[in-house]
């Protein structure tokens, strides 16, 4: 699948999974994110940049993680349920934009 970056226009592939959310392989910007919050469960979501695999929110024992052998994180998330996704974008964006 393709589509172009929201912020610098640049064109470029990714893989299409249920429930995703897309980093610009170019700029790093949060381009897209599509989730069944209402019709589905919501994870397991691949967190991607481009067609890289970067990890996963899954759940586990009730509670969402952030799984991502890339930036070697295996971490709860305190946010409940769809805002989970949120933190776990936050916490992949840092790694990619701000070497966090």
Same mark, same amino acid.
């Given at each position: 699948?393709r589509?172009?970056c929201?912020?610098c226009?640049q064109?470029?592939?990714?893989?299409g999974?249920?429930?995703?959310?897309?980093?610009?392989?170019?700029?790093?910007h949060f381009d897209?994110?599509?989730?069944?919050?209402?019709?589905g469960?919501?994870e397991p979501?691949? /967190?991607c940049q &481009?067609t890289?695999?970067l *990890?996963?929110?899954?759940?586990?024992d009730?509670?969402?993680f952030?799984?991502s052998e890339?930036?070697n994180?295996?971490r709860?998330?305190?946010?409940p349920y769809?805002?989970?996704l949120?933190?776990a974008?936050? /916490?992949i964006? &840092?790694r990619?934009n701000? *070497?966090?």
């Amino acid at each position: 699948m393709r589509r172009s970056c929201h912020k610098c226009q640049q064109e470029y592939e990714y893989n299409g999974y249920p429930n995703i959310m897309i980093f610009c392989p170019k700029c790093g910007h949060f381009d897209y994110m599509c989730c069944d919050f209402v019709f589905g469960p919501s994870e397991p979501c691949h /967190i991607c940049q &481009g067609t890289e695999l970067l *990890g996963k929110v899954v759940t586990k024992d009730g509670s969402s993680f952030l799984v991502s052998e890339k930036f070697n994180i295996d971490r709860k998330l305190e946010a409940p349920y769809n805002e989970a996704l949120m933190e776990a974008g936050s /916490i992949i964006d &840092g790694r990619i934009n701000h *070497g966090l």
